[in-house]
């Protein structure tokens, strides 16, 4: 598998506030509205079904490869990855949800558990996915309870803004920053907060390489750090 992302210097990835002082919610809103207008200028984000293959190497995995279903239309999801050498499938359409292993259904509790199957665990699997890969139709009112403030950044030494939320549901972290463009408002990061943790850790994910599948603009690469860029998790890399 191709390594090529694990030697990439990011050493200009961290985000440095400046600029001037923060600005109100309203212009949150607005910026946000701006960015889902680039990203999905026929709103068609309610009724979109895409599929993926992504490959996802982490440091601690870097084999990692799912194929992934996301149907808006009937809030139907599928994960598909090959763990132990068996094929493990996840299934949610609505409030049903099954499992496959090497395309069998299974029920078997001792086999569910070995492989971390249950449903809590697929519904969280088909939030995340679904608002990772709708980054920044996702975010919104159902989604986060507020937005904290918006400030004037610099990020890849560019200018952009970011946008603070609270989230209704914690999802990885309890707060969460939208990266923007300050010229196309394309999305070109985020940032997840673990507030009262060590450090006050965050982990940051760059967006980039960004294509059109199905009239909505979606970032090609993520790649992940901890705490700005100094420590590399991992990437998620869509093939097709």
Same mark, same amino acid.
């Given at each position: &598998?191709?390594?090529?992302?694990?030697?990439?210097?990011?050493?200009?990835?961290?985000?440095?506030?400046?600029?001037?002082?923060?600005?109100?919610?309203?212009?949150?809103?607005?910026?946000?509205?701006?960015?889902?207008?680039?990203?999905?200028?026929?709103?068609?984000?309610?009724?979109?079904?895409?599929?993926?293959?992504?490959?996802?190497?982490?440091?601690?995995?870097?084999?990692?490869?799912?194929?992934?279903?996301?149907?808006?239309?009937?809030?139907?999801?599928?994960?598909?990855?090959?763990?132990?050498?068996?094929?493990?499938?996840?299934?949610?359409?609505? +409030?049903?949800?099954?499992?496959?292993?090497?395309?069998?259904?299974? !029920?078997?509790?001792?086999?569910?558990?070995?492989?971390?199957?249950?449903?809590?665990?697929?519904?969280?699997?088909?939030?995340? %996915?679904?608002?990772?890969?709708?980054?920044? &139709?996702?975010? +919104?009112?159902?989604?986060?309870?507020?937005?904290?403030?918006? !400030?004037?950044? !610099?990020?890849?030494?560019?200018?952009?803004?970011?946008? &603070?939320?609270?989230?209704?549901?914690?999802?990885?972290?309890?707060?969460?920053?939208?990266?923007?463009?300050?010229?196309?408002?394309?999305?070109?990061?985020?940032?997840? %907060?673990?507030?009262?943790?060590?450090?006050?850790?965050?982990?940051?994910?760059?967006? +980039?390489?960004?294509?059109?599948?199905?009239?909505?603009?979606?970032?090609?690469? !993520?790649?992940?750090?901890?705490?700005? +860029?100094?420590? %590399?998790?991992?990437?998620?890399?869509?093939?097709?």
């Amino acid at each position: &598998m191709e390594k090529y992302y694990i030697g990439i210097v990011f050493a200009w990835l961290g985000i440095t506030t400046c600029l001037g002082q923060q600005t109100g919610i309203e212009e949150g809103l607005l910026l946000l509205e701006k960015s889902k207008k680039i990203h999905d200028r026929d709103g068609t984000w309610p009724s979109q079904k895409l599929e993926f293959r992504v490959q996802e190497p982490r440091v601690q995995n870097p084999e990692r490869f799912s194929e992934v279903l996301i149907n808006r239309s009937n809030q139907s999801f599928a994960l598909k990855r090959r763990i132990d050498s068996k094929e493990i499938e996840i299934h949610v359409s609505n +409030d049903q949800v099954w499992f496959k292993i090497d395309g069998n259904e299974i !029920k078997d509790e001792t086999l569910l558990g070995k492989y971390r199957l249950s449903e809590p665990r697929a519904k969280g699997y088909q939030r995340f %996915y679904q608002t990772i890969y709708g980054i920044p &139709m996702s975010i +919104d009112t159902t989604f986060y309870k507020k937005i904290e403030h918006v !400030k004037k950044v !610099k990020f890849q030494g560019a200018d952009a803004f970011l946008i &603070m939320f609270s989230l209704r549901e914690e999802m990885i972290g309890k707060q969460w920053g939208l990266i923007l463009s300050n010229t196309d408002f394309r999305v070109l990061g985020l940032e997840i %907060y673990h507030p009262g943790s060590e450090n006050d850790e965050r982990e940051t994910i760059w967006f +980039d390489g960004y294509f059109e599948k199905n009239g909505i603009l979606i970032a090609r690469f !993520k790649h992940w750090f901890l705490n700005g +860029d100094k420590e %590399y998790l991992g990437s998620d890399i869509i093939i097709n």
